[in-house]
């Protein structure tokens, strides 16, 4: 649920006072060490401040949202840094205008010839990214784990059944949307993922303002109720089908009738944007961005049980961020411009992004290089590197080249790309701007999948206790691929 007015008027209050303190930046006297001991105590401070309960968990619109952006600009700040939102009107926080979509009502009937299929009470929820959409009597498809690899032909009109469990379902879910399904079901087997998923869909989900209100209609099912839509036998065939090599979408002898609205509403939010002036105007940037947003109370309980805090997923790439920052101001200048950009409502589908690219505040194509870091505290010291992105841009070899002679070894390129769509990366690759998530995080299959399964996205991803070792490494990467891309004689290319 978004903020009403009153919240908003405390947020702007709030803003105000900070923009009102923005004097020039100071040069920390006593700056952190560089030992990997010490950048992560520094990163465990960080997160445990960003990631507390007072923040409530940097839910867009809220006073949370403030809290997290005074934070972060004020460390920005005492690290050096200046405003970059190139908007006298604007210092530091760059305004970005969402629309909430909250459910208001659906209805879900299912037909076989004339015989309506009766399926449990409660066991669809349906959504949309509208005001309303309305389906009649579309054929049903099911595509088990498919989605990025069918043609717009087998999608067009129809309602594809999808299965939920699997790492990939959200860019499956968006893939079908894009190709053309008229709506998209997704079977949840775990009563208690789905009703989780319902609980936090329940609060609304967000959309650029002014974006095209395509109405796309999506929704759950339970287990229960694909049984009773397919037959027990038959949900057991289709699911061992769409297991083995080869499967293809199977057309079923089913049509849904769907329909569902919502309740509009607006949020005002912000991305919050800093640089470091470079000696040499004119030569390009280098751009660092992670989004600070998570998703606020988003489980049943009260108090601290219901606030997801996201000290992994995002907290971690905030403090990498600063970090980062404190070190490269007390360096040699360097000779492009570094800006330093922390994203709103990346949960929600890489908005604070997709609004940074729209109207950023410098041309793009001046950005020489750009490096996302998001769900850093994973992966213990010593571990490999991954590209997120690789094969996308042309800075792979240079990259490459830095982590080598960090020490560093590559981790796998293939598994790190099944990430590429759900980071805000994606969004500044849309516009051919060079990025990518140069991640010890996302090398390590065994502990990123483990987050994936039992934090991400849910109240057990606090501080405390999370791995910082990979962390620590990365931001000393970091330091070093922003001096290697802000020098104009290490990475001549300049503006592209």
Request: proline fraction near 6%; aromatic fraction near 6%.
């Amino acid at each position: 649920m978004g903020a009403g007015a009153p919240i908003r008027r405390r947020i702007a209050i709030l803003l105000a006072l900070i923009v009102a303190g923005c004097a020039p930046a100071r040069i920390d006297s006593t700056p952190a060490g560089d030992s990997l001991d010490a950048i992560e105590r520094e990163l465990e401070a960080d997160i445990a401040v960003l990631a507390s309960d007072d923040f409530e968990g940097r839910r867009p619109g809220t006073a949370g949202e403030a809290k997290t952006l005074r934070h972060l600009a004020q460390e920005w700040q005492e690290a050096g840094l200046e405003s970059g939102t190139n908007d006298p009107a604007n210092p530091w926080f760059v305004p970005v205008s969402l629309q909430l979509d909250q459910p208001d009502r659906s209805t879900a009937t299912f037909h076989r010839g004339r015989r309506t299929i009766a399926v449990p009470e409660g066991s669809v929820h349906l959504y949309t990214s509208g005001r309303r959409a309305l389906l009649e009597r579309s054929p049903v498809l099911y595509v088990g784990r498919q989605g990025e690899s069918l043609d717009r032909s087998e999608l067009a009109g129809r309602v594809a059944l999808m299965a939920w469990d699997h790492p990939r379902h959200l860019e499956q879910r968006e893939a079908l949307i894009e190709k053309g399904a008229a709506a998209v079901l997704a079977i949840v087997p775990d009563a208690a993922d789905l009703a989780e998923l319902v609980e936090r869909r329940a609060e609304g989900s967000y959309r650029l303002a002014g974006a095209e209100d395509g109405a796309a209609l999506y929704g759950l099912i339970s287990a229960e109720g694909a049984q009773a839509l397919l037959g027990e036998r038959r949900a057991a065939e289709l699911r061992a089908a769409a297991d083995r090599e080869g499967f293809r979408p199977v057309p079923l002898d089913i049509e849904a009738e769907l329909e569902a609205t919502s309740l509009p509403g607006e949020v005002r939010t912000h991305n919050l944007i800093a640089r470091l002036p470079g000696s040499k105007p004119g030569s390009g940037a280098v751009l660092l961005l992670a989004h600070w947003d998570h998703f606020g109370r988003c489980a049943g309980g009260e108090g601290a049980r219901a606030i997801c805090n996201g000290a992994v997923d995002n907290a971690s790439g905030l403090a990498v961020l600063s970090a980062v920052a404190r070190r490269l101001t007390r360096g040699p200048r360097l000779d492009r411009d570094v800006y330093f950009l922390a994203t709103t409502a990346e949960e929600w589908g890489l908005l604070g992004a997709r609004a940074f690219a729209q109207d950023p505040p410098l041309p793009l194509d001046a950005i020489v290089a750009a490096f996302n870091v998001d769900t850093s505290a994973i992966a213990p010291r010593g571990g490999p590197v991954a590209l997120v992105g690789n094969g996308m841009t042309a800075l792979d070899a240079e990259v490459e080249r830095v982590i080598a002679a960090a020490g560093r070894e590559p981790g796998d390129p293939e598994y790190a790309n099944r990430y590429v769509r759900r980071q805000d990366g994606w969004a500044l690759l849309q516009h051919d701007v060079p990025t990518l998530m140069v991640s010890s995080a996302f090398a390590d299959h065994e502990a990123l999948e483990a987050f994936m399964r039992d934090r991400y996205h849910r109240p057990s991803d606090v501080a405390g206790g999370v791995e910082l070792g990979g962390a620590a490494e990365d931001v000393l990467l970091h330091v070093a691929l922003v001096r290697h891309f802000a020098n104009v004689a290490s990475y001549p290319a300049g503006a592209r």
